[in-house]
DNA sequence: ATATATTAAGACCTTTTTATCCTTTATTAG
DNA sequence: CTAATAAAGGATAAAAAGGTCTTAATATAT
């Protein structure tokens, strides 16, 4: 469904919004750690959403990433699944035609559409923090135990 | 979505099911024209769809690829993605951890997991010969005009 | 000011996916 | 039986995705 590089950057963003919540600026290591991804690998990533604006970053000692409390509810799935594998998946034809349209449809056209109008909407209704909460309550992970 | 292995297997399928509807069985060159692939690679796809019993081959002059008519309402969209790119799709987690379940839950689970069945649900109610009934009505495509 | 901690950036390597080519096997027509 | 035709299979190549490493830039604490 998404690149590794989209689900590591999700899983990112859903754990610094976590800390930022606690007032924890948190590490590229911390990161890596506790959403179980390769380090180096996910400094890539947290660059591209940094450039993004979806998370601030800073240098130095004490430094890290950290999402503003009031930006998380504005920031939703989508947009970083936008910022990191394009915008593709909302609107790219199902069997890879060169182009997705009502006017020259592919056989598959309709059942996708309405299965992609459904996540889009999901992708654009679902925001940082509101994945961040169960993660608080304990009731959702972020890696494998 | 789907691998690009998988776009082609699925629109060769539906290619090969018109045709066979017309009792006119299809060769590779055909197939690779009419549905716009690479030639060599769709041969490697329709040799996996062969393997599966997807489609029937056979070789030699006036050989080529055919479906019974009988079975192509019993091949499930599903059926093919399976094939070609294994049941990932149906029931790895969206996030990419190890596993997805309802024991340890991504934060994404329960949104993805009503999007997954939605996709489920119709990959698995979509036969081939439906999908090649748009084609003969001329009112969905397999190419790029 | 300096040493240190931390992210940014670019070059590089590895694996997987996508794609091609060549040889073998099976089937048909003459 | 032979020549021609078409798919099967294996080896190889190119491109993209996934991942690492090294150096530079920047901020902090002492
Ligand atoms: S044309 Fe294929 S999904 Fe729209
Ligand atoms: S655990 Fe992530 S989708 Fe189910």
Redesign the interface.
Known sequence: ??S?SC??G??AM?YIAGESLKERRVSLKDIAQDIDSPVAFTAKILQQLSRNNLVDSVKGPTGGFEIQPGRMKKIS?GAIVKAIDGDG?FKTC??????CSEK??????N?FK??RE??CR?LDE?SVFE??Q??KDG???????
Chains 1, 2 share one sequence.
């Open positions: 469904m998404f590794k689900e590591y999700i899983r859903i799935l998946i199902g069997l890879g035609l060169k182009e020259r449809p592919c056989p598959v056209h059942q309405s299965i459904n996540l999901m679902t994945l961040s169960g993660l009731s959702t992970f972020l890696r494998h135990k």
